[in-house]
């Protein structure tokens, strides 16, 4: 009897303790609002970046948008997807001024970035990688190596308008003709066509491309830069660390080392 | 009819080639199980061929030095290499004008997608601050090493026809200065050498219709139905280069020998055989020799000469090369002017130089030399050549064989008959 007693006593103050974390002690500011706001609003880069990101009809799929269902789960709240940003710039002004909660879009750590984001421990690394014109690289050899013409180099090259690549080109190549575009498209039409000499971009677009456009294998070259890197991680608000705890907690668990590999694989299933 | 009339007819051999086209279009993964009957005939080919070259070179010089008029031979073999080299850049040159076709978008499509299909991984990897291993750039020196023999047994086991035919001039030319009676035997044992090699080489030959088959079929089918029909273009340019050499030394022959065409291609048309089957032109030096011996040309000059013009003297290269550039040219967009052409036409013989000693993929790749010259990039569409190489290296061979052939003949004086110069 008394035993039964102290058994009901300790379920008792169990369940007692358990509730306290929802009703006596207040939420870290970042978490309530989300609570608040009963949904997790992820800001997305408006044009597909499979296997990161891509719409099928209404619905969307890709390793971007379970990292943000997983991170939303935690949260017991849905994700809602901001897709209106037009470009990976826009993506992290929309988490900078509050208007997303979180980035999870294949928005890779810079030096710019980091000063007004914070970001999370990587999900997937890569390194950076340039397609160059063929014709081009032989005519401008001048007796180099193509290593030194590509450490010196000096002709136009593009990349994504206030990409990470418009940080990492201006800083690696400080000789060249920076000419940013909107569409990647273009970047990879004029480099083939030989309008500009050299495009820049992670090594997984850069493989890519070998799927997507067979034909330009003729006309350029693929060249990675093996002492280069480029971090794809999730970023907050300065003050979003809650957030960002639960972020690193589900890459940690789920989502951690993801390769150039991994994401061809990844690519390739879809397609 | 006998069997051994039936299998040296040349309508068994032709049959035997259509035959061969036939199976490695529609039955490729078939006609691929007999490639080691290919590979076999070509090593036995080979097998008789270095002492046979060894006997006959020394043989040759041996008996140049006795007779009067050796210094008038050198002179007309140094012009005859020469003039044919000139010859063979100009007719690449010419088809490549002739036949030229344009590159359209769609063809550069279908031929991105082939290296990309063919060229799967092969990216490069570099660093932008670490230290980037440093390969050694080869050097003058060893490009004049390559002709430099250092151990005459080595060469003989690795076969560098190059070092044997130079290592046997001098062998040669010392075997024919000494007064000893030890060098009438020692000729008398390598003229023997070389009597013993021909009746091989003749008993080969029956086996040559069945040779024919598995060689051409297996190297069809390796190639593949597909890559043929997009580098179309590039085939025809180098049939037509091919076809001039091989017709401009038929004409040459004949003219010289006053035999007539149809005598001197029934006479040639067996080392043509041999050429375009096994890509060898080593293994067409003997051929090469009883052809023109029969058409009347002299036979210590043409036992000289041709283990020297087959080695050194890459005619076939050189057309190759000329048309490739202009290929590649083609490919990405450059206009080649006069200028640009005059820059091929002498690159070609550069590079035909230059790949003396070389076979299959590193001759082929040395295309970059001309390519070089004019600042454009070979490395891409490598992977479309060595892709149809053994189509090309049939014509190669027999473009470098019987235009060797035309040399020799320039060089060989007629007997039996009068001597034109």
Same mark, same amino acid.
């Given at each position: ?22 009703s ?28 990161f990101?891509?719409?099928q ?25 901001r ?7 826009e993506?992290?002004?929309?988490v ?9 879009s ?22 950076q990688?340039?397609?160059v ?9 001048k007796?180099?190596?193509s ?14 308008r ?53 034909d ?18 999730v ?37 | ?16 080639i ?20 290919g ?92 230290p ?5 750039k ?54 023997s ?13 029956y086996?040559?219709?069945?040779a024919?088959f ?10 593949? %139905?597909?890559? +043929? #029909? ?6 025809i340019?180098?049939?037509?280069? @091919?076809? =001039?050499? *091989? &017709?401009?030394?038929?004409v ?8 007539g ?6 006479g ?10 096994s ?6 030096i003997?051929?090469?020799q ?5 058409l009347g ?7 000289l ?17 000329a ?19 005059? %820059?091929?036409? +002498? #690159? ?5 130089l ?5 076979? @299959?993929? =590193?001759? *082929? &790749? ?7 010259l ?7 569409v ?7 190489d053994?189509?090309?290296d049939?014509?190669?061979?027999a473009?470098?064989v019987?235009?060797n ?17």
């Open positions: 009897m008394k035993k039964l007693l102290l058994l009901l006593t300790l379920l008792v103050s169990v369940t007692v303790f358990a509730q306290v974390p929802d006596k002690v207040p939420l870290p500011t970042d978490i309530a609002a989300i609570k608040k706001a009963g949904k997790l609003v992820v800001a997305m880069n408006g044009p597909d970046s499979p296997p990101f891509s719409s009809g209404d619905e969307l799929h890709g390793l971007d948008v379970e990292i943000a269902k997983s991170i939303a789960k935690q949260l017991g709240v849905p994700a809602e997807f897709r209106d940003a037009k470009n990976f710039a993506v992290a002004e929309q900078r001024d509050g208007r997303a909660d979180i980035a999870v294949k928005l890779s750590i810079t030096g710019p970035r980091l000063q007004v984001l914070r970001f999370s421990n990587p999900y997937v690394i890569l390194r990688s340039l397609i014109n063929r014709l081009w690289l032989s005519q401008n050899t007796g180099r190596e290593y030194e013409v590509i450490r010196d180099f000096d002709g136009k090259i593009s990349f994504i206030n990409s990470s690549y418009d940080t990492y080109a201006r800083i690696n190549f400080p000789k060249a003709i920076f000419l940013p575009e909107d569409s990647w498209d273009t970047v990879i039409n004029n480099v083939m066509s030989g309008k500009i000499d050299a495009a820049y971009r992670d090594e997984f677009e850069i493989k890519k491309i070998s799927f997507e456009r067979p330009a294998a003729l006309s350029t070259k693929t060249i990675t830069i093996s002492d280069s890197v480029d971090h794809i991680a970023a907050v608000r300065p003050n979003g660390l809650q957030l960002l705890g639960i972020a690193n907690f589900v890459i940690a668990s789920q989502y951690n080392n993801i390769d150039v590999k991994k994401l061809m694989n990844r690519y390739k299933e879809n397609k | 009819m006998n069997l051994k009339k039936f299998l040296s007819s040349p309508w068994t051999i032709l049959g035997s259509l035959l061969a086209v036939a199976g490695g279009v529609y039955l490729p993964q078939e006609v691929m199980t007999l490639e080691p009957i590979g076999i005939y070509i090593s036995l080919l080979k097998v008789v061929v270095l002492p046979f070259l060894f006997a006959t070179i020394l043989v040759g010089v041996v008996g140049l030095l006795q007779k009067e008029g050796s210094r008038s031979m050198i002179k007309r073999i140094v012009i005859g290499f020469l003039a044919s080299m000139f010859i063979a850049a100009v007719v690449g040159v010419g088809s490549t004008v002739l036949t030229g076709s344009e590159m359209t978008p769609e063809k550069k499509i279908q031929l991105g997608a082939l290296v990309n299909n063919k060229d799967q991984g092969a990216e490069m990897i570099i660093t932008l601050k670490e980037m291993p440093v390969a050694p080869p050097s003058a020196g060893a490009m004049i090493q390559k002709f430099i023999p250092e151990n005459i047994f080595q060469s003989l086991d690795a076969g560098e026809s190059l070092k044997i035919v130079i290592f046997c001039l001098i062998f040669g030319i010392a075997l024919g200065n000494i007064k000893s009676v030890g060098q009438e035997v020692l000729i008398d044992i390598f003229k050498v070389q009597q013993a090699s021909i009746s091989i080489f003749k008993f080969l030959n086996f040559l219709p069945i024919l598995a060689m051409i079929s297996t190297q069809v089918a390796k190639v593949g %139905v597909g890559i +043929f #029909g997009t580098m179309v273009d590039f085939i340019q180098q049939t037509v280069g @091919g076809f =001039l050499i *091989v &017709a401009i030394a038929i040459y022959i004949a003219w010289k020998s006053r035999k065409i149809a005598t001197t291609i029934k040639i048309q067996e080392t043509f055989m041999i050429a375009v089957s890509r060898s032109s080593l293994a067409c003997p051929y090469s009883d052809a023109l011996v029969k040309y002299n036979k210590d000059a043409v036992e000469t041709t283990p020297l013009s087959f080695t050194v003297n890459r005619i076939g290269s050189i057309v190759y090369y048309i490739a550039t202009a290929f590649i040219a083609g490919i990405y967009d450059l206009h080649l002017g006069v200028a640009g052409l005059v %820059v091929v036409l +002498f #690159g070609s013989i550069l590079a035909g230059a790949s003396a000693g070389t076979t @299959g993929i =590193l001759t *082929v &790749a040395t295309v970059a030399v001309v390519c070089d004019l600042r454009l990039p070979s490395e891409a490598l992977v479309l050549f060595i892709a149809v053994p189509l090309m049939m014509i190669r061979t473009s470098h019987i235009g052939m035309g040399v020799t003949a320039f060089v060989a004086e007629v007997e039996n008959g009068k001597v034109l110069s």
